[in-house]
């Protein structure tokens, strides 16, 4: 069990964290360390006479410091495992003190009570009430939007660009009020078209349509089949017991995490983690949702590996997904890939098909090569078919240092023929772009 | 496909109030689904989003990748080094985020030294470090091997490297690349570059030739006189000016002689008495004639004096005397050095001292330079530093580093003119002098010179502590970052060691 030091830095809550953990990777910070197979365990120098005992579970990843630090993991944890990503030999204790393995039971005890079904009881009756009270809300929110709709598509998107984010917000939060979370992002989404930027009304439209076909398909969801009316209550904005979903037979399979993307949401961290399980070749979206001050409940770093369990949110393009349970693995090496293009295209025709109102999702493409024609980066796959690498790629140096003018097999996020590189294997190792 | 699509947009834009969609654009397979979306749709509106939404999703499903014809493409030679290590690679990653080039440049000099090369993953951030200090270009280009060159066709900001012959840059180049090319062929044949620069000297603009005339400073010896007293007629102050200041490190040239003259005729030696074979010490007067050429204050010497020390005369013979090769004092007093020296050594000519020491600095004369700082040992003669090794260089320096007054400047020429890691010995003079002034050397002072600091200074640190509680506890802090930074000098050793 290891991690890379770019994977360790990547858990941390913050840049402070960051650096601060650098500085005690440093062996003269350490009165003891110790680690077994499951169990990284160190005593720090802290500025009170009793050092600070921290201590990392590897298998299920987790953090403990006797510290009063609210981060989490903070930076002794950090630290350590740094130290111990870089200099494991120096980690000559292999009997966890008793501290070490009194914290490893209660994990124990915790992950069986997790796994133990609880049994709720409902006041149906009360539930029902609360149910139909809240449909109502939602319908009266889509009236008043499908109206706004309209008189957009009336008067014409000519003026959007002057409406302001007042407008939009104001919107959004009418649709918050009728219980329609799910429709406030679509809105917010609307307002925030770049219409500084040329093309910005086919991407108006677009969003239009989007937010269009969902309100329809709200309207008529009786006639719809029930995965679609899955989908189609997901984007309005109603939720489904976590609980509940957890108590499912899940997937089971070797997970690498692709890659992470994080999003500030109204102060609230959103972190969607892309997992590609390389058994069943099925692509899988965590999400974590993480207030200022909380600790993070997942610790997933892009390029981990992971054995776990994962359920699938009911959808007829399954994606979104809770784990279930994980203990970190070893790389092993991939089996199915898309072979080119034309085999992602079909996925997106055959995705699109059954669902027109879909987000990016991630494609492991095989031997893909960055080429740059007409000042623009592409992606040209073995049988020289090309698609464009989005326009604002940050990392497309270093993607470019990777390949060499080599075809990699990439993990690349995006939708039509628009894609971004998250992560490709050079020399069979998965590096994170 | 991209007609109906556009359709749609431009309908949208002008709205279903003055527009409607051009149902002869739609591709054959929903013309059908049209027509029946305006039976089940009252409002031109409910028709306009059925329509739009059908044409989206049919240009979604309907997406093919590009098939573009000639791609110009190209791959990275295979690389002839080996990679650095994986513990190497752990430190540069530090490096990187601790942001310091000087660790940076202690780094590449190590993959240098061992002929690695870094991997692919981190070319990107390295180029970009040397684009922002020009400094580590050289190293970056050494270590970066095949696939940095290659990179560098993409970006020319990573264009460290010329690319194109001497003669090329030297025809077309920048002022940049030609002063580089000038630069060069001097240090290797200053005959040539002479010829080079006056092969083309008629057709360039006065600010190329003054920038260009400048590089002649290499390599700068007798043979180039004649040509350039020639440029002292040239309209271009700036040239002219450009000439004059390379004729004045010339001794056999007219402007030096103008001066030496002067000089000679302000400069006499009264013997001193002597009775019964016992006498006083000669002694040297320093006045200026009663007429002195008036061509020397055309060729840069001031007529009034700047400084309270000095007379206006007496300046004029300071400023001559910075101006005239030391050598020139022991064919006139037929005296060597030390003796000459040592008829400073009094109160009234002491303040000329310094005015040697310009003059030995000017013309390259390390024996005098010695000779000086030997004889005045008060003084700082920072220009004695490019010409002293890098021992010598820091036994004079520890010398002026308990002044308050000198250590600054001491400080700022060895930051200029070293070129290895200091002596513990001087580091902790230096620190010594740092850490009680942590306003002026904080620790950006300490980032910027890592690669001097050499690691055996830390056990050291604590004895540099200052007395004062407010200084006293930055230093702590600062002795913290050093410690990091030299720990991570430490790994870059090991991990290239190992």
Avoid at chain 1, 117 to 126: M, R, S
């Amino acid at each position: 069990m290891s991690f890379t030091e770019d994977q360790i830095l990547t858990l941390a809550p913050d840049e402070a964290s960051k650096k601060s953990g650098r500085d005690l990777a440093n062996l003269s910070k350490w009165v003891s360390m110790g680690a077994d197979d499951k169990v990284v365990w160190g005593e720090c120098k802290g500025s009170g006479s009793k050092p600070y005992q921290t201590q990392i579970d590897y298998n299920q990843i987790g953090f403990k410091c006797s510290c009063p630090s609210r981060k989490f993991p903070c930076k002794h944890g950090i630290g350590l495992a740094l130290l111990f990503a870089r200099q494991q030999d120096v980690f000559t204790s292999k009997k966890a003190p008793a501290w070490v393995v009194e914290w490893i039971q209660k994990r124990a005890v915790q992950e069986e009570k997790k796994s133990e079904k609880k049994e709720v009881i409902v006041d149906e009756a009360a539930q029902a009430k609360r149910q139909q009270a809240r449909e109502q809300k939602v319908n009266a929110g889509v009236e008043e939007l499908q109206l706004l709709i309209k008189d957009i598509v009336r008067n014409g998107i000519i003026h959007m660009p002057e409406k302001g984010y007042l407008f939009w917000e104001g919107m959004a939060k009418r649709m918050v009020d009728a219980q329609a979370p799910g429709l406030a992002a679509m809105v917010k989404t609307l307002g925030q078209t770049p219409f500084y930027k040329e093309g910005w009304q086919s991407t108006f439209v677009e969003e239009l349509l989007n937010i269009h076909l969902i309100i329809s398909g709200y309207k008529n969801i009786s006639s719809l089949p029930e995965l679609l009316q899955k989908d189609i209550r997901t984007w309005i904005g109603f939720t489904q017991s976590q609980d509940a979903l957890k108590e499912q037979n899940g997937l089971q399979d070797t997970w690498l995490v692709l890659g992470k993307q994080i999003t500030e949401e109204d102060n609230i961290t959103v972190e969607r983690n892309w997992l590609y399980g390389i058994k069943s070749n099925q692509y899988a979206l965590v999400l974590q949702f993480l207030v200022r001050g909380q600790g993070a409940q997942l610790m997933l770093s892009p390029g981990m590996y992971l054995e776990a369990e994962l359920v699938f949110f009911p959808s007829l393009t399954p994606m979104r997904a809770l784990i279930k349970q994980q203990i970190n693995t070893g790389a092993i090496a991939l089996r199915q890939v898309y072979e080119d293009w034309n085999a992602v295209a079909e996925m997106e025709t055959t995705l699109c098909a059954q669902m027109p109102v879909r987000s990016e999702r991630p494609y492991v493409v095989h031997q893909l090569t960055p080429v740059l024609h007409q000042q623009k980066w592409w992606l040209k796959d073995a049988f020289n078919r090309f698609m464009q690498i989005k326009d604002d790629y940050k990392s497309i140096w270093k993607l470019l240092s990777l390949s060499g003018g080599e075809p990699l097999t990439m993990a690349v996020i995006g939708k039509e023929n628009n894609y971004e590189p998250i992560g490709a294997w050079h020399h069979n190792q998965y590096k994170v772009l | 496909m991209i007609e109906s699509w556009n359709n749609i947009v431009h309908t949208a834009m002008m709205g279903t109030g003055k527009r409607q969609i051009n149902e002869t654009s739609l591709p054959e397979g929903l013309k059908q689904s049209a027509q029946a979306l305006k039976e089940n749709f009252d409002n031109q509106e409910e028709q306009f989003l059925g329509l739009a939404s059908l044409v989206f999703n049919y240009r979604q499903c309907g997406v093919i990748p590009f098939a573009i014809q000639e791609v110009k493409e190209t791959k990275a030679e295979a690389e002839e080094q080996a990679y650095a290590n994986e513990l190497a690679h752990q430190v540069l990653h530090d490096i990187i985020q601790e942001d310091s080039d000087g660790l940076l440049s202690v780094w590449l000099k190590w993959c240098s030294h061992y002929k690695k090369i870094v991997l692919p993953e981190a070319i990107p951030v390295i180029m970009e470090s040397a684009v922002k200090n020009k400094a580590l270009q050289q190293l970056v280009l050494q270590c970066t091997g095949k696939r940095g060159a290659w990179l560098a066709t993409f970006n020319d900001r990573w264009r460290f490297g010329d690319t194109q012959t001497e003669e090329e840059m030297w025809q077309t180049g920048t002022l940049e690349q030609r002063r580089k090319v000038l630069q060069r062929i001097r240090k290797e044949d200053s005959g040539k570059g002479l010829a080079l620069l006056q092969s083309v000297w008629s057709q360039e603009n006065a600010a190329t030739k003054s920038e260009l005339l400048k590089q002649l400073v290499t390599g700068l010896n007798q043979e180039d006189v004649p040509w350039l007293e020639t440029l002292l007629s040239e309209k271009s102050e700036k040239v002219k000016e450009a000439a004059s200041d390379l004729l004045r490190r010339m001794p056999h040239s007219s402007i030096v002689q103008q001066y030496s003259k002067v000089l000679r005729a302000s400069v006499k030696v009264k013997e001193g008495k002597k009775i019964l074979g016992i006498g006083s010490k000669d002694s040297l007067i320093l006045e200026l004639p009663p007429s002195v050429d008036e061509a020397i204050f055309k060729a840069g010497v001031e007529k009034l004096s700047n400084q309270k020390k000095f007379s206006d005369q007496e300046y004029i013979i300071y400023q001559l005397m910075e101006k005239v090769p030391p050598r020139y004092w022991q064919d006139w007093l037929q005296l060597d050095a030390d003796n000459i020296l040592a008829l400073f050594k009094n109160d009234r000519n002491r303040k000329y001292l310094p005015a040697l020491g310009s003059a030995a600095s000017l013309f390259a004369d390390p024996d005098w330079l010695s000779a000086i700082i030997k004889a005045d040992e008060n003084n700082f003669y920072p220009d004695v530093f490019s010409l002293l090794t890098q021992k010598e260089r820091e036994k004079y320096a520890l010398t002026f580093l308990t002044s308050d007054e000198t250590a600054p400047k001491v400080i700022a020429e060895l930051i200029t003119h070293s070129t290895a890691e200091w002596s513990v010995a001087l580091t902790k003079a230096i620190f010594q002098f740092t850490a009680k002034r942590p306003y002026q050397y904080h620790q950006s002072f300490y980032h910027q010179n890592i690669h001097f600091i050499p690691y055996g200074i830390n056990p050291e640190l604590e004895s540099c502590t200052p007395q004062d509680e407010y200084s006293k506890f930055t230093w702590g802090k600062t002795v913290e970052y050093i410690q990091r930074l030299l720990g991570l000098k430490l790994r870059t050793a090991r991990g290239f060691e190992s």
